[in-house]
Structure formats: structure tokens, C-alpha cells
């Protein structure tokens, strides 16, 4: 078989349709292709963050909640300044029914502690360790928010383990916006 130019133009023809297809079509597809499955794994990634973001915006939107129930717990806890005289009676009921003389209470100036207030009660009283340690108990018993942060107690001479004591009695409380207790 002869091979002239006409043969020779037919055969560049026929390789050139393929580089050609390549260079113009597939390389540029390839390219566009390429670049769009590397936005897809980006996206992908974002949006897999995305979803962990709003998972711990639910868990922190609970958590807030049970902070907000767990205060309210408290501050139903807390009487407010018209209640601290009943709370009052009731720790002094306590001391005579765990057998103490009946308390002599002397009430302290109101002080601000945080969002609440603290009535202090100075108290003394005397009697039986046994009942003094059983009135502890029974005060730590209490739904209010109490706490002691001053006690003396002294053994009576001549009796055995009657004590004489005097502590403070701090009591938490809300205003109720009627001033003082």
C-alpha cells in the first residue's frame, strides 16, 4: 500500500482528534472535577463541625436549664425577710423539744451576702451534750439555708456533760422588697 499526503493527512487527522479531545475536553473536565470533589470534602468537613457546634449548644442550652432549676431549688429554700421569724421560732422549738433550756436569741444587724441576705441570731443556751449534738442535727435537718460560723461551748462545772452554749446562727433569706426582718 502507497502512503501519500492525502494518507498521511487522514492519519495526522485521526491522531489529532484524540489530543486534541484531551487537551480540550477531558484535562479541562479532569481539572473542574478535581477541584469540585475538593469543595465537596471541604463543605463536608464544615458541615461535620457545624453539627458538633450544635450539639454542644443543645447539651450547654440543657445544662443551662439544670443550673436554672438547681437555683430555683435553692431559692424556694430561702425564706424571705417575712419568714425568718418563723424559721426563728423553729430553731428555738427545736432547742427545747432535744431537751436545752429554752434559747435567750438576740438578733444582729442584716448583712448583704451575694444576691441574699444573712440575718445572724446570736444565741445561747444550756443543757445536756447529748441533746445540744441532737438539736444540731435536727437544725441541720431544716429545708432553710443555715450555717454557724461562730460556736462556743463550755462544760458546766459539777454536772457531768451538761454545757453552756452560745453561737451564731446565720440565716439566708431573699427581701421581698419589704425592708428589714
Known amino acids: 500500500m502507497r502512503v501519500g499526503p492525502r494518507e498521511l493527512m487522514v492519519l495526522a487527522v485521526v491522531l489529532a482528534v484524540p489530543v486534541a479531545s484531551y487537551a480540550l475536553v477531558f484535562k479541562p473536565q479532569n481539572e473542574r472535577i478535581a477541584k469540585a470533589t475538593s469543595e465537596i470534602a471541604h463543605k463536608r468537613e464544615l458541615l461535620q463541625k457545624l453539627q458538633q457546634e450544635t450539639a454542644m449548644n443543645e447539651d450547654l442550652l440543657r445544662a443551662n436549664e439544670e443550673i436554672a432549676e438547681r437555683i430555683q431549688e435553692i431559692e424556694n429554700r430561702l425564706p424571705t425577710n417575712r419568714e425568718v421569724d418563723a424559721v426563728v421560732r423553729q430553731v428555738s422549738d427545736l432547742a427545747v423539744e432535744a431537751g436545752?433550756?429554752?434559747?435567750?436569741?438576740?438578733?444582729?444587724?442584716?448583712l448583704r451576702a451575694a444576691t441574699y441576705m444573712e440575718q445572724p441570731l446570736e444565741i445561747e443556751t444550756e443543757g445536756n451534750f447529748?441533746?445540744?449534738?441532737?438539736?444540731?442535727?435536727?437544725?441541720?435537718?431544716?429545708?432553710?439555708?443555715?450555717?454557724?460560723?461562730?460556736?462556743k461551748l463550755r462544760a458546766t462545772r459539777g454536772m457531768e456533760a451538761e454545757v453552756e452554749v452560745g453561737f451564731t446562727l446565720s440565716i439566708y433569706f431573699q427581701e421581698d422588697g419589704g425592708g428589714a426582718p
Open 100 to 110: 436545752l433550756v429554752a434559747p435567750a436569741l438576740k438578733t444582729g444587724r442584716h
Open 130 to 151: 447529748h441533746g445540744f449534738y441532737d438539736f444540731l442535727l435536727r437544725l441541720e435537718q431544716l429545708p432553710r439555708i443555715t450555717r454557724i460560723p461562730d460556736l
